[in-house]
T-cell receptor, first 116, second 111 residues
Framework: GESVGLHLPTLSVQEGDNSIINCAYS??????FIWYKQESGKGPQFIIDIRSNMDKRQGQRVTVLLNKTVKHLSLQIAATQPGDSAVYFC???????????????FGKGTKLSVKP | DVKVTQSSRYLVKRTGEKVFLECVQDMDHENMFWYRQDPGLGLRLIYF???????EKGDIPEGYSVSREKKERFSLILESASTNQTSMYLC??????????FGEGSRLTVL
């Protein structure tokens, strides 16, 4: 079946270090991937997305890498700050519901803790 | 960015009560979604809507219904709340740019 999962449920890093959060997906037909950040008591917040015709995309302090060969997605956060502490979700879009991006399949989440 | 407002952040209801969760967007986007979020299970799609008066079942529609009478408002209804519907409910909107914008969530406890 289809699944989106995360290799590590928790990640603890030192402030200033780089963080890498990994995600595996199983549907080779998925063509759109998103990373979300969810702080305690808040709704998920869009961070960055990538389409399957790309293997890398950069934002402000974040980079998403897509390896379609092994169906792997990663989120890299440079110079991690205390404000980056949150749960991070990956999501894939297998295109079930008429191509709408709302039919996302979400991973369970990785909790990132940043130590000062 | 789209602003998605869920009017009730915290609710406590009793088993068998009818529950309305309201979601309002500040733009004119067609696509709106309701998810529930549970520890260990992640986000699961309950219902979504492509336009006024249109609705489609998601992955876990049982025990829920929805209403979309106006484009900016998408309501989730629990006709007879049960304890297994205790959860965090998240409304989301997709603008033309493609990414999903979420509200702050409604945490429902059913006693």
């Amino acid at each position: 079946g289809e699944s989106v999962g995360l290799h590590l449920p928790t990640l603890s890093v030192q402030e200033g270090d780089n963080s890498i959060i990994n995600c595996a997906y199983s549907n080779s037909a998925s063509d759109y991937f998103i990373w979300y950040k969810q702080e305690s008591g808040k709704g998920p917040q869009f961070i960055i997305d990538i389409r399957s015709n790309m293997d890398k995309r950069q934002g402000q302090r974040v980079t998403v890498l897509l390896n379609k060969t092994v169906k792997h997605l990663s989120l890299q956060i440079a110079a991690t700050q205390p404000g980056d502490s949150a749960v991070y979700f990956c999501a894939e879009s297998p295109g079930h519901y008429g191509g709408s991006q709302g039919n996302l399949i979400f991973g369970k989440g990785t909790k990132l803790s940043v130590k000062p | 960015d789209v602003k998605v407002t869920q009017s009730s952040r915290y609710l406590v209801k009793r088993t068998g009560e009818k529950v309305f969760l309201e979601c309002v967007q500040d733009m004119d986007h067609e696509n709106m979604f309701w998810y529930r979020q549970d520890p260990g299970l992640g986000l699961r799609l309950i219902y979504f809507s492509y336009d006024v008066k249109m609705k489609e079942k998601g992955d876990i529609p049982e025990g829920y219904s929805v209403s979309r009478e106006k484009k900016e408002r998408f309501s989730l209804i629990l006709e007879s709340a049960s304890t297994n519907q205790t959860s965090m409910y998240l409304c989301a909107v997709i603008p033309n740019t493609g990414e999903l914008f979420f509200g702050e969530g409604s945490r429902l406890t059913v006693l």
